[in-house]
């Protein structure tokens, strides 16, 4: 299938990366709806995440898994050092809202810009999030528990953090030491990083 990129620059065309829909467990992911996301990382690697139905929950862990790597402590900081690390890693964030009957002609949006924005690009990205329009916490528990379930999704996290970040070699090799030993401890990444999503605090105020 082809892409439609209207709103990308012409140098994205045959550098984007999709997460291939096979690989992708999740139900919701299946689903068309919510909207594409394109992240573009300093190391010139750039990716490609469709039908993504909260993309503020789905960009915020993919980025929190693989920084975690690097920087221990990196949830504990305060948000103008985490911001500092995002610069430096991540160059410019993209979005369009999935529309079926407009689909060849919905543009993406520059959400973020390493250069200008002084927000995190997750905050940005809650405009597209689904919840906006279903207003529905039961949606997106739903989600948080599909991905729970999804390898093929942690699997993408670390191939991230290995290749497009920088992590320090020594304590990453030490990770994936103890990831390939043993197939439950994947699993219990996937539950801790559910747990300090702090549902409750993420979806405060948004009755």
């Known amino acids: 299938m082809t892409k439609i990129i209207l709103g990308l620059p012409e140098s994205f065309y045959n550098r984007i990366l999709w997460v291939a829909r096979e690989f992708r467990t999740n139900p919701l992911s299946h689903e068309p709806g919510g909207c594409d996301v394109i992240v573009e990382y300093h190391t010139q690697k750039i990716y490609g995440y469709d039908w993504i139905k909260f993309p503020s929950l789905y960009i915020s862990k993919i980025w929190n898994f693989s920084i975690?790597?690097?920087?221990?402590?990196?949830?504990?900081?305060?948000?103008?050092?985490?911001?500092?690390?995002?610069?430096?890693?991540?160059?410019?964030?993209f979005a369009r809202k999935y529309n079926r009957e407009n689909f060849e002609n919905e543009e993406f949006k520059e959400v973020w810009n390493a250069e200008t924005s002084d927000k995190i690009p997750w905050?940005?990205?809650?405009?597209?999030?689904?919840?906006?329009?279903?207003?529905?916490?039961?949606?997106?528990?739903?989600?948080?528990?599909?991905?729970?379930?999804?390898?093929?999704?942690?699997?993408?996290?670390?191939?991230?953090?290995?290749?497009?970040?920088?992590?320090?070699q020594a304590e990453?090799?030490?990770?994936l030491k103890k990831q390939e030993a043993s197939p439950e401890y994947e699993k219990h990444i996937i539950k801790t990083a559910i747990e300090r999503a702090k549902l409750d605090d993420f979806l405060a105020g948004r009755d």
């Open 68 to 93: 975690s790597k690097i920087y221990i402590n990196y949830e504990k900081y305060d948000e103008d050092l985490q911001l500092k690390i995002i610069k430096q890693n991540i160059k410019r964030v």
């Open 123 to 168: 905050k940005l990205l809650e405009e597209f999030d689904y919840y906006r329009k279903v207003d529905s916490k039961t949606a997106f528990e739903e989600y948080l528990k599909q991905q729970e379930k999804s390898f093929a999704y942690e699997n993408h996290l670390i191939e991230l953090a290995k290749n497009t970040l920088h992590p320090d």
């Open 172 to 175: 990453f090799n030490d990770y």
